[in-house]
DNA sequence: TATCTCATGTAATACGTTACATGATTGC
DNA sequence: GCAATCATGTAACGTATTACATGAGATA
């Protein structure tokens, strides 16, 4: 998702796909889902909803209440939904520092057929397990031959590296487990 | 740190203390350790060095070498200094949205003593056992009860949601275990 | 001969957060 | 009466990425 739209774009374009909403809407589905653990400001989600909208990807109709703001329901167009269904089946391309690039597209996949998105999963799989690999076998203890400040307790300060890099490696871990597993799921048929 | 220095400011800092270091073995480093799952451009170390060393927290030292760039050797000031050890031993408050604000004030711990560093782990320990109880009671059937449009079946794709779910679950399940880790490590002495 | 590593940076752009601004309704 | 929720947004700022620019020495 380097060029164009961005993955909060992407994220709204999925959630338009399913049904119009307002903004507002949308940021509390996200809250609940996608985003749970790490919410959206609002005051990003309208400037972006203006450029999708001057995009041609959304449009919005406007519903009047008394004294209230009024609402804009969004809803996607027919371009915008090319687009999204094209982006969900293209060739995944793993990204060596964001798990969210798989993961979001994942989240919408219940739009996608089955041979393809093992085709993704078994991409991403694929490159983390090598990734985990080159993480297991890096050597911290070359970081502590580095000649440190006389002061210092380096044997000591190497010990949180390494327990540093144990977080790392777990979070790598679960991450292909997860994987292995909704692969597992996806190939029974969900 | 929402105020004043940010985590890149936050790591040069760190690893100044432990040697003097060009921008460019500072990316080094960083690959190789702290940053090595997401690397940082060298793009935005030399800017952020520049930026220190008006704000005083860092000073370089230049050396020619013939024909080549002159080196940069950076190295903490003493107001630098104390800045880091103020914030690494400052109570620590839980980002409900990002780890890293305490596993990078781990990554440096061994620079504390043993009961400050044990009130952080215990208080980010203590925010995450929170933050994981909510996450497990969060009803995804909830959104599978908004009406979607007509063409959809929900129920199948709410089983991607809870799928995703998982996943960000696990990753949570697997921070807070790393934390119940390291608690003990320290406790028992590092 | 060509690519990689070393070593420095700037400029433009994209992305995200915080603060500010407005105002009605609902629940405690 | 006060806070939270609903509902829209703008402006300023801070951070990060990509592209651009330069050039020597080492390695394949």
């Known amino acids: 998702m380097a060029k164009g739209p961005n993955s909060l774009e992407f994220i709204l374009l999925g959630l338009l796909t399913l049904r119009p909403s307002t903004g507002y809407d949308l940021k509390k589905t996200m809250d609940i889902s996608v985003r ?7 005051s990003q989600i309208y400037p972006t909803l203006k450029r999708m909208t001057q995009n041609g990807l959304v449009t919005y109709r406007l519903v009047e209440r008394r004294g209230k703001t009024d609402l804009k329901i969004y809803s996607i167009t027919r371009a915008g939904q090319e687009l999204f269904l094209k982006w969900l089946a293209e060739p995944h391309k793993p990204d060596p520092y964001r798990f969210d690039t798989f993961t979001l597209r994942f989240y919408f996949s219940s739009l996608l057929d089955k041979a393809t998105l093992l085709n993704h999963i078994r991409t991403e799989l694929a490159f983390r397990q090598v990734q985990l690999d080159i993480a ?11 000649a440190p400040i006389e002061e210092l307790d380096m044997t000591r300060t190497v010990k949180f590296w390494e327990l540093y890099h ?3 490696l777990q979070f790598m871990e679960t991450y292909t487990n997860w994987l292995k597993y909704i692969r597992g799921v996806v190939e029974k048929g969900i």
């Open 136 to 146: 297991r076998n890096l050597k911290l203890n070359d970081l502590g031959d580095m």
């Open 166 to 168: 144990q977080y790392g």
């Open 36 to 42: 749970y653990i790490s919410p959206v400001a609002l």
